[in-house]
């Protein structure tokens, strides 16, 4: 059995959001599953899927008054720099970093959607908008200043903390994922 497997415990009551976190989990099964023929293919896979993932929820924030380095977004490119890292590293035959970086995800994932992805999706809600159509239905509730936290509650002054501390951590290529603990 997979480290993570879908359940509702994951979902966050938007459908968009929890199709492309299910798809994620799925991924990422497949990676922990993978033989080592199959590993970078499937590593690859995920990465690319994780692009998307990471993409729609930072251009949901941008159009709904995220700041461009918000922490959240911050997490987002640390995790995608620490994942493609390992594709180089898979590529030159270190497998069973790529094994462990994945194991990592597997930590990470709940513990971002409940706290980044969660907070953002009532951010959404708060303000009427639509993630299907980007349509917004409640610009009179956006704020008025740019929100560089996360918007979740665990976003606090440790956040804004780990906004400088973040991209540091990636430049130790022998650093694991910086996990849940580290960033939220
Ligand atoms: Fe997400
Ligand atoms: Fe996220």
């Not at 993570?4 to 968009?16: E, G, N, Q, T, Y």
């Not at 690859?44 to 993409?55: N, P, R, Y």
């Not at 995790?79 to 590293?89: G, H, K, N, P």
């Not at 917004?136 to 509730?141: G, Q, V, W």
Request: net charge negative.
């Amino acid at each position: 059995m997979p480290a993570l497997v879908w359940s509702d415990a994951l979902s966050l009551s938007m459908p968009v959001m929890d199709h492309t976190h299910e798809a994620f989990v799925e991924l990422l099964a497949l990676v922990e599953q993978a033989d080592d023929a199959s590993l970078l293919r499937h590593w690859q896979a995920l990465i690319e899927h994780t692009v998307d993932h990471f993409g729609q929820e930072d251009a949901w924030m941008r159009a709904t008054g995220f700041a461009p380095g918000n922490c959240h977004s911050t997490q987002h490119a640390v995790v995608l720099e620490v994942m493609r890292d390992s594709a180089r590293r898979g590529t030159q035959g270190e497998l069973d970093w790529v094994r462990r970086i994945a194991a990592e995800l597997a930590d990470w994932f709940p513990n971002h959607a409940q706290t980044m992805d969660a907070g953002l999706a009532l951010h959404l809600k708060s303000v009427g908008y639509d993630p299907v159509t980007g349509l917004l239905t409640a610009p009179s509730a956006l704020p008025t200043q740019a929100i560089s936290g996360c918007g979740s509650n665990s976003c606090h002054d440790k956040a804004a903390a780990n906004d400088t501390q973040a991209p540091q951590r990636t430049e130790a290529a022998n650093e694991p994922l910086p996990v849940g603990e580290s960033l939220v």
